[in-house]
């Protein structure tokens, strides 16, 4: 070792800092009709980031995406809003600035008759809506990030709960009890836990409706999680 000079020492470790500073914070999805792989390893999420594949997608299909509104079928007013070059074409996304792209309009309308998602449903929550309005003032890009899910974390408030708030409450809630299913209390999704329709559903086995509804499929890691969960009796921990 003490043969090498220092003055290698500085320039390993200086390449080594410059490469790291050049290392992308985010995997953009050129192609727009990938529907985009969430599950890959690699990119970290920077919290000060809105990434569309992991934070706004799932707020719009379960908040707006569901059967009779903007799913590709129904398409209410022409609007779809189950992927990312759906939300582009139709949802009037000006990227730079929310104020003059309609879908924030629509969904932070005071007007209830105006605002999305109507009545008796409930408005995005002020989370929902500071996410998506970052993501149109970041460019309203197609970017995805590894959110660092580990299979050993399966209880209930650290994994479960924030996974089903996610993906699944925008259609399960009171308000909006698809299939007069709800998850949005413990009770509630430890009897589908209980029943075999939660897993039969998230890990779309045969004989249950495949869930999310028009979502991709939650990643291997997520439904792995689910099932320690309720393999460990699906306790509220
Ligand atoms: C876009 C709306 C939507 C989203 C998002 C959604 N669901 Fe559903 N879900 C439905 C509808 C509609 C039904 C009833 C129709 C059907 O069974 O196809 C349903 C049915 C179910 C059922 C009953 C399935 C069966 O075959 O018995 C379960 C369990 C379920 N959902 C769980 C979930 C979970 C867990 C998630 C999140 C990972 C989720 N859902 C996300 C709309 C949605």
Redesign the pocket.
Known sequence: MRSIPGIIYLLIISVIVISCKHEPEEKLITDPTDPGDTTSNGITCNPDTAYFQNDVLPIL??GC???GCHDATSAQEGVVLTSYQSVMNTAGISPGNPNGSELYEKITDDDPEDRMPPPPMAALSTDQLLTIRKWIEQGAKNNYCDAGCDTNNYAYASAIEPL?NT??K???NAAQA??G?R?DTYAAVKS?ADNG??Y???SHQQG??P?????NK?SECNITQVRKWIANGAPDN
């Open positions: 299909i379960s995406g569901m059967s089903i993906y699944c925008g259609c399960h698809s299939g299913i998850l589908a329709s939660l039969g559903a998230i249950y409706s869930m999310p509804q028009g979502g939650l």
